[in-house]
């Protein structure tokens, strides 16, 4: 495994030339993304009918999140996806809302308990939706009992990682949120760096 910088690092190199298609990427996620709230607004005066549209329109957006996080990995492996390819969660439709669905309930049950279960389950299962990426045999559940195996030992290395982007989240609010159309692309193909680590560790 790499170290904090290192990873930094690689991420740098990764998205060097890229920096404005990946930040068109992210804008292409959160209009679409919004869109949703939007609408909701337009429903003001019935809001039990905003409500649903919400949650359902949360839910066909949940596959969209998936496409964000794989495009970034794309990015850290040195491809060059396409804005299509953000789209590409929902031939799978189905694998990936019971993923993450059972990650939600998982994340959620252990915040129930207390902070610092809930996020030791988010990391447990942080790598998900690369395995998703990489692994389409596997159901759900077998997604979710790999990445608990891979991140065995190495909890607190991501955890180290996620905070060392507090600072720049910082700054990018500051920016009026523009700064995160360049910070999410680096934070995302940072993590990415990270699963391709663990995948060879794990020697999947």
């Given at each position: 495994m790499d170290t904090i910088s290192g990873y930094k690092?690689?991420?740098?190199a990764s998205l060097s030339g890229k920096w404005g298609t990946c930040a068109l990427a992210v804008l292409i996620y959160c209009l679409i993304i919004y869109a949703g709230s939007f609408i909701s607004l337009l429903t003001v005066g019935d809001s039990a009918f905003g409500s649903v549209i919400n949650i359902i329109w949360s839910l066909a957006c949940v596959p969209l999140s998936w496409g964000?996080?794989?495009y970034f990995l794309d990015i850290s492996r040195q491809n060059n996806p396409q804005y299509s390819q953000l789209f590409d969660g929902y031939k799978d439709f189905l694998r990936i809302i019971l993923t993450y669905l059972c990650f939600g309930i998982a994340i959620g049950i252990g915040f129930l308990l207390l902070i610092v279960p809930g996020i030791i389950i988010a990391l447990?299962?942080?790598?998900?939706p690369f395995i998703l990426k990489d692994k389409p045999e596997l159901s759900a559940i077998e997604v979710?009992?790999?990445s608990a195996d891979m991140m065995k030992g190495h909890k607190m290395d991501l955890f180290l990682l996620g905070l060392s982007f507090i600072g720049w989240g910082i700054l990018a609010m500051l920016t009026l949120g523009l700064g995160f159309f360049l910070l999410i692309p680096y934070m995302y193909t940072t993590f990415a760096h990270?699963?391709?680590?663990?995948?060879?560790e794990y020697a999947m």
């Open positions: 690092d690689r991420a740098i964000l996080t794989v447990m299962f942080s790598q998900a979710l009992s790999k990270f699963y391709d680590d663990l995948k060879k």
